[in-house]
Structure formats: C-alpha cells, structure tokens
C-alpha cells in the first residue's frame, strides 16, 4: 500500500490506498519518529481488520454457493408445478421458487462482493508481512510551498492541493469523501435501496484510511 503524509489545513494527515499486498511504501516531507510508525500501522491494521470481519460472511462459500445455484437453477427449469393444477401453483409455487431460488440468491450476493472478498484475502494473507519503505517517487510538498493556502477553509484547501498537485489527488480525494452510514447500508431508505441490499447485500466500501498526525514538529 502507499502511504502519502499530506499537509493539511490544520497539520498533517496520513492517508493510505491500496493495493494491500504487504508493501508498506510512506511518503512524507518530514521524517516520521518509529513510534508514529508503529502506531499508525496499528490504526490501519485495524481499520482493515474492521473490513474483513465485515465482510466475511461472504468468504469461503464459493463452491457451495456455485452448486446450490446449478442445482436449484436445474430444478426450476425442469419442474413445472402448472402441470399440476392452477391451485397447486398458486399455493406452493412462491415457495419452490424462495426453496430452489435461495442458492441464485446466494451466488448473486457472492459475485457482487467478489472484488471485496479479493481484497479482503490479500489483507488477511499478506498485510503484516512488509515492512516500511520510503517511497521515493511521490512527492509531498514541503511547508514552505503551502503555507499562503492554510488561511483557506478545510475543504477549499483540499481542492487547492488537488489543483497545485494533481498527482496527489488520489490521497486528497479522500478528504473530500462522505460515507453512507452504516446503518443505511444494512436497513437503506427507500424500495429501490431495500431490494437492492435484499437481492445483493449491503453495500461494504473500503473504509477510509485517513489518520490525523497533528503538526509534525511537535
């Protein structure tokens, strides 16, 4: 993952992106102190750990939720309670389709964490085995070529940044970015919501990885 230390307009902030496969890369205009190292490979490590455990009820289900699928999928096509009477259809055709259509349901959910639960298996598998490295080709700029910017508000200083150093944007973009409450990814407002996170799950976003580190000479 690259770490990128930006200035902000109150101090600095660290802010990661993936991918998350065990590299550790920090860019930063000051030298960070080993303890700031080590607590903020906590805060992300836990931030993460977070995600999985999010997540999980989605992993390790693939070969069940491909055979469900084919099986239920092969038993819907091949029986036809019509044959057996209107009544007969009515009263317990809801019920094959929830009995045989619960494996298609499952897999629909499973494809649409697919990316998810591919992120999740590399922060599981190799987020702890890097260590820190400096990353020598992004650079940050130093106090001295900021400092007419702090007298902006937070989000103006933001968008300065991004226009002043575009290759940074990816990290301030951060910043700038507002979640959906938890508790509307799981019980959304409205019926286009409900039935999407019915038929596909809650929504389970990346969290962001923006760590305050105040001012960095004290």
């Known amino acids: 993952m690259r770490i990128a230390v930006l200035p902000t307009k109150f101090g600095y902030s660290a802010i990661a992106l993936g991918p998350f496969d065990g590299t550790w890369e920090i860019a930063s205009p000051k030298p960070l102190s080993e303890d700031l190292l080590v607590q903020l490979k906590g805060q992300i490590s836990h931030r993460l750990a977070e995600y999985c455990w999010y997540i999980s009820p989605w992993s390790g289900i693939w070969s069940i939720a491909v055979l469900w699928a084919a099986w239920g999928g092969?038993?819907?096509?091949?029986?036809?309670?019509?044959?057996?009477?209107?009544?007969?259809?009515?009263?317990?055709?809801w019920i094959r389709l929830l009995f045989f259509g619960n494996g298609i349901w499952l897999l629909c959910q499973t494809l649409y964490h697919w990316r998810g639960l591919r992120r999740a298996r590399l922060i599981?598998?190799?987020?702890?085995?890097?260590?820190?490295?400096t990353d020598e080709g992004l650079y940050v700029p130093p106090e001295k070529a900021i400092g007419p910017a702090?007298?902006?508000?937070?989000?103006?200083?933001v968008q300065f940044m991004i226009g002043q150093f575009p290759?940074?944007?990816?990290?301030y973009e951060q910043l700038l970015r507002v979640?959906?409450?938890?508790?509307?990814?799981?019980?959304?407002?409205?019926?286009t919501g409900f039935l999407r996170q019915m038929l596909l799950g809650p929504e389970i976003p990346i969290p962001p990885?923006?760590?305050?580190l105040g001012l960095l000479d004290e």
């Open 124 to 133: 599981r598998t190799h987020l702890l085995d890097g260590e820190w490295e």
């Open 167 to 171: 290759h940074l944007a990816p990290w």
């Open 150 to 157: 702090r007298s902006l508000g937070e989000r103006e200083f």
């Open 74 to 93: 092969l038993a819907l096509g091949l029986s036809n309670l019509w044959g057996y009477g209107f009544r007969t259809a009515l009263l317990y055709g």
């Open 179 to 191: 979640e959906k409450p938890l508790v509307f990814r799981y019980w959304p407002l409205g019926v």
């Open 209 to 212: 990885l923006v760590f305050e």
